[in-house]
C-alpha cells in the first residue's frame, strides 16, 4: 500500500531568534532533519513533501535530500497557515497514494514507533492521531476570574503524527477549503464530515518545540535518548 508523509515546516520561528524553525539547530542537525529520517522508516512511507517558509525552499531542499538522500522528497512553499501549507502539500502527493501521514517538525523527538502506530490505526479509522490525556484540572476563566471547573474527563492533549485514508483527507481539505473553514489541526478537518479518527497513545517527549525553553528541554530529551541508545 501506498504511503507518502507530508513534514509541515513552514513556521517561521520568531520566538526562537527568527528564521524558519525547521533549520534550527538541534543536536547539531537542523530540526527538520530529525523528523525526516524517522518519517523515512517508517510505515513503508515512499516519500515526503516538505512544506517549506517562502523563500527558504532551497535550504529546505538542501537539508531534505542529505538528510534522507534515499528517500523521494519534493519541496513545496508554504502557506501562510498550518492547514494552507498541508493542502499545498498534497498537490505534490502522488495520486497512487493511499494512505498519507501528516507530521509538524516542530516535533523533531518523534519516533518510528508512533508514525507506525498511526498508520496502523487506518485499518479500522480514516483517520488517526497520537494524543496524551489531560491530567491538570481545567478551569474556564470569567472576566479574569474562575467561572467554573471543567472536568478533564476524555480529553486529550493533540499531537503529531496524524495518519489519514489519502481518499478521505484530500476530500476533508477540498470541503475545508470551499467553506473557508480553518481548524488548527489536520484531524478537525475529518471530524466536521462525521469521520471516524482514532485515537493512539502519544509520548510526553514528543514536544512541540515553540520557545526557547522548549529547545533546551528538547536538547536534553535528545541527549538522554542517545545516553540510552549507548548504553
Given at each position: 500500500m501506498s504511503?507518502?508523509?507530508i513534514a509541515a515546516?513552514?513556521?517561521?520561528?520568531?520566538?526562537?531568534?527568527?528564521?524558519?524553525?525547521?533549520?534550527?539547530?538541534?543536536?547539531?542537525?537542523?530540526?527538520?532533519?530529525?523528523?525526516l529520517v524517522v518519517?523515512?522508516?517508517?510505515?513503508g512511507v515512499e516519500g515526503i513533501v516538505v512544506a517549506a517558509p517562502a523563500g527558504h525552499e532551497d535550504g529546505i531542499r538542501s537539508v531534505a535530500v542529505s538528510t534522507v538522500p534515499a528517500t523521494r522528497v519534493e519541496v513545496v512553499t508554504g502557506g501562510s497557515t498550518r492547514q494552507e501549507s498541508v493542502r499545498r502539500s498534497l498537490g505534490a502527493v502522488p495520486d497512487a497514494a493511499r494512505r498519507?501521514?501528516?507530521?509538524?517538525?516542530?516535533?523533531?523527538?518523534?519516533?518510528?514507533?508512533?508514525?507506525?502506530?498511526?498508520?496502523?490505526?487506518?485499518?479500522?479509522?480514516?483517520?488517526?492521531i497520537v494524543a496524551i490525556p489531560l491530567t491538570d484540572t481545567l478551569k474556564r476563566a470569567v472576566g479574569g476570574f474562575v467561572g467554573d471547573t471543567v472536568s478533564r474527563e476524555d480529553l486529550f492533549r493533540a499531537q503529531t503524527p496524524q495518519a489519514f485514508r489519502a481518499d478521505v483527507f484530500r476530500a476533508a481539505h477540498e470541503?475545508?477549503?470551499a467553506d473557508r473553514f480553518e481548524a488548527t489541526d489536520d484531524a478537525a478537518l475529518l471530524e466536521r464530515l462525521g469521520e471516524r479518527v482514532a485515537i493512539v497513545a502519544g509520548d510526553e517527549r514528543n514536544l512541540k518545540v515553540t520557545t526557547v525553553e522548549d529547545l533546551v528541554l528538547a536538547e536534553a530529551l535528545l541527549r538522554s535518548a542517545r545516553g540510552d541508545t549507548e548504553r
Amino acid at each position: 500500500m501506498s504511503v507518502w508523509a507530508i513534514a509541515a515546516a513552514a513556521g517561521e520561528g520568531s520566538r526562537l531568534g527568527g528564521g524558519p524553525k525547521a533549520l534550527v539547530r538541534l543536536g547539531g542537525s537542523p530540526m527538520l532533519s530529525h523528523s525526516l529520517v524517522v518519517l523515512a522508516k517508517a510505515g513503508g512511507v515512499e516519500g515526503i513533501v516538505v512544506a517549506a517558509p517562502a523563500g527558504h525552499e532551497d535550504g529546505i531542499r538542501s537539508v531534505a535530500v542529505s538528510t534522507v538522500p534515499a528517500t523521494r522528497v519534493e519541496v513545496v512553499t508554504g502557506g501562510s497557515t498550518r492547514q494552507e501549507s498541508v493542502r499545498r502539500s498534497l498537490g505534490a502527493v502522488p495520486d497512487a497514494a493511499r494512505r498519507i501521514v501528516v507530521h509538524d517538525a516542530a516535533r523533531p523527538l518523534v519516533t518510528v514507533r508512533l508514525v507506525d502506530a498511526a498508520l496502523e490505526a487506518l485499518d479500522h479509522a480514516a483517520g488517526s492521531i497520537v494524543a496524551i490525556p489531560l491530567t491538570d484540572t481545567l478551569k474556564r476563566a470569567v472576566g479574569g476570574f474562575v467561572g467554573d471547573t471543567v472536568s478533564r474527563e476524555d480529553l486529550f492533549r493533540a499531537q503529531t503524527p496524524q495518519a489519514f485514508r489519502a481518499d478521505v483527507f484530500r476530500a476533508a481539505h477540498e470541503r475545508a477549503a470551499a467553506d473557508r473553514f480553518e481548524a488548527t489541526d489536520d484531524a478537525a478537518l475529518l471530524e466536521r464530515l462525521g469521520e471516524r479518527v482514532a485515537i493512539v497513545a502519544g509520548d510526553e517527549r514528543n514536544l512541540k518545540v515553540t520557545t526557547v525553553e522548549d529547545l533546551v528541554l528538547a536538547e536534553a530529551l535528545l541527549r538522554s535518548a542517545r545516553g540510552d541508545t549507548e548504553r
